[in-house]
């Protein structure tokens, strides 16, 4: 079974500091991507790779940066965290276009103060 | 863009009685999207209860269904009978034309109450 791992759980940031998320799958999938929610809204889509050491923008990429180093890995920072980040976010891997479903993390609940 | 809506927010439903959960959905995109439930138990990722990629098709899994109904453009999930376990939140989602990402709705908390 497809596992996606990200840590921290959760995380109190103050405004202005540099947050790091990050994300670990074990089943080789090309596919990564970062969702945040909001409480109302559905999951939004900031940034997703399909191959290491590449990153696109998703729908909400402002303020965000992506990392994939490796296949396994792929990190979200915010290096200035704002007030309007609190959030929680989701990692999801899909092992590629033609494999619709998503694998997700359990989330990491974000808050910045 | 393509988006998807789900009017509630929090549905609570008495035990062993049926639900209803509406998402419709606009796919500007792309003529007729594959649709997916996604389920989020507590504690847990999100993961797939069932996808419909064939309007007028319907899917099922643990007891939930959904059509995929083209000409309203919903795709509502139902379950005759539901029980404390199913207390979850559910999201409805659209491949956008690209199918390299999921275009969600807000989700829907479920609590399900003896």
């Known amino acids: 079974e497809a596992a996606v791992t990200q840590s921290p759980r959760s995380k109190v940031a103050v405004t202005g500091g540099k947050v790091t998320l990050s994300c670990h799958q074990t089943n080789n999938h090309d596919y990564m991507y970062w969702y945040r929610q909001d409480t109302g809204h559905g999951l939004r889509l900031i940034h997703y790779s399909y191959v290491a050491d590449s990153t696109e923008k998703g729908d909400i990429p402002d303020g965000y940066k992506a990392s994939r180093p490796s296949q396994e890995n792929f990190s979200l920072i915010l290096e200035l965290a704002s007030l309007s980040q609190t959030a929680v976010y989701f990692c999801?891997?899909?092992?590629?276009?033609?494999?619709?479903?998503?694998?997700f993390g359990s989330g990491t609940r974000l808050t910045v103060l | 863009g393509d988006s998807v809506t789900q009017t509630e927010g929090q549905v609570t439903v008495s035990e062993s009685k049926s639900l209803i959960i509406n998402c419709t959905y606009s796919a500007t995109s792309i003529g007729y999207p594959n649709l997916f439930w996604y389920v989020r138990y507590p504690g847990e990722g999100l993961q797939l209860l069932l996808k419909?990629?064939?309007?007028?098709q319907k899917g099922s899994s643990r007891g939930f269904e959904a059509t995929y109904n083209k000409e309203a453009t919903s795709f509502h999930l139902q379950k005759a009978s539901v029980q404390e376990s199913d207390s979850a939140v559910y999201y409805c989602?659209?491949?956008?034309?690209?199918?390299?990402?999921?275009?969600f709705g807000q989700g829907t908390s479920l609590s399900v109450v003896p």
């Open positions: 999801a891997s899909r092992p590629g276009l033609s494999a619709e479903t998503l694998y």
């Open positions: 419909v990629i064939t309007a007028g």
């Open positions: 989602a659209l491949a956008s034309s690209s199918f390299s990402k999921l275009v």
